[in-house]
T-cell receptor, first 115, second 113 residues
Framework: AQSVTQLGSHVSVSEGALVLLRCNYSSSVPPYLFWYVQYPNQGLQLLLKYTTGATLVKGINGFEAEFKKSETSFHLTKPSAHMSDAAEYFCAVSFYQGGSEKLVFGKGTKLTVNP | KAGVTQTPRYLIKTRGQQVTLSCSPISGHRSVSWYQQTPGQGLQFLFEYFSETQRNKGNFPGRFSGRQFSNSRSEMNVSTLELGDSALYLC????????????FGEGSRLTVL
C-alpha cells in the first residue's frame, strides 16, 4: 500500500539556518508528490509538486524539493529560514487506484523558527 | 477567483447530536474531498465526491456521510456525535481529472462536549 513517512514530528531551526524536512514514500507505481503548508487556524496550501520532468522542484516562499526515485524520497529544503516559515508541513503522494486518484498525507512536521 | 468556502467555521455540539458542514468549491472544480484533522491522528481522508457521486471513501463509521449537489457544493453530516469527533474538518476541491492539486478551505472546527 502507498504510504508517506515524515521523519520528525517537530523540527526547530534558528532564523537564517537551513530548513530540511524529510519525506519518504512507498509506492508501487510512479507517484506524484506534493508538499503542503498549514499555518495556524488555516487550511492547507500547496508549496510545490512533482509530477514528471525535472526532479528538482521549486515552490513558493523559497522552498524547493528534490525527487529521488532511488531513495524514494522527496525532502523539502529552504536555504535560510524566516520567522514566517513557522507552520506545519505535510508531504503527500498521489497515485491512481481503481480508476481514480487517491492522495495520502504524511502525519506532518511542525517547524519552529527561533530568533 | 473565490477560494474554497466552508461553513460554519466554528461550532460546539453535545454528544448524541448531529452536525452538518458545508463546502463550496472553487468554481469549475467538480471534485470535493473531506478530511478530518486531529492532533493525534493527523489528516485522515473521509470521502471524495465527483459529479455528485462518491468516488472514494476512507475508513470511517457510517455515522459520517456526505453528498454533493449538482452545483458541486458538498455537505458532510456526522450523526450521534461522540467526544472523539472533535476535530478540524477540512474540505478540498480540485478539477477532478489528472493529478491535480487540492485547494483547501480554512476548515470547520467542531467541538463535542
Amino acid at each position: 500500500a502507498q504510504s508517506v513517512t515524515q521523519l520528525g514530528s517537530h523540527v526547530s531551526v534558528s532564523e537564517g539556518a537551513l530548513v530540511l524536512l524529510r519525506c519518504n514514500y512507498s509506492s508501487s507505481v510512479p507517484p506524484y508528490l506534493f508538499w503542503y503548508v498549514q499555518y495556524p487556524n488555516q487550511g492547507l496550501q500547496l508549496l510545490l509538486k512533482y509530477t514528471t520532468g525535472a526532479t528538482l522542484v521549486k515552490g513558493i516562499n523559497g522552498f524547493e524539493a528534490e525527487f529521488k526515485k532511488s531513495e524514494t524520497s522527496f525532502h523539502l529544503t529552504k536555504p535560510s529560514a524566516h520567522m514566517s516559515d513557522a507552520a506545519e508541513y505535510f508531504c503527500a503522494v498521489s497515485f491512481y487506484q481503481g480508476g481514480s486518484e487517491k492522495l495520502v498525507f504524511g502525519k506532518g512536521t511542525k517547524l519552529t523558527v527561533n530568533p | 477567483k473565490a477560494g474554497v468556502t466552508q461553513t460554519p467555521r466554528y461550532l460546539i455540539k453535545t454528544r448524541g447530536q448531529q452536525v452538518t458542514l458545508s463546502c463550496s468549491p472553487i468554481s469549475g472544480h467538480r471534485s470535493v474531498s473531506w478530511y478530518q484533522q486531529t492532533p493525534g491522528q493527523g489528516l485522515q481522508f473521509l470521502f471524495e465526491y465527483f459529479s455528485e457521486t462518491q468516488r472514494n471513501k476512507g475508513n470511517f463509521p457510517g455515522r459520517f456521510s456526505g453528498r454533493q449537489f449538482s452545483n458541486s457544493r458538498s455537505e458532510m453530516n456526522v450523526s450521534t456525535l461522540e467526544l472523539g469527533d472533535s476535530a478540524l474538518y477540512l474540505c478540498a476541491s480540485r478539477t477532478g481529472t489528472g493529478a491535480g492539486e487540492l485547494f483547501f478551505g480554512e476548515g470547520s472546527r467542531l467541538t463535542v462536549l
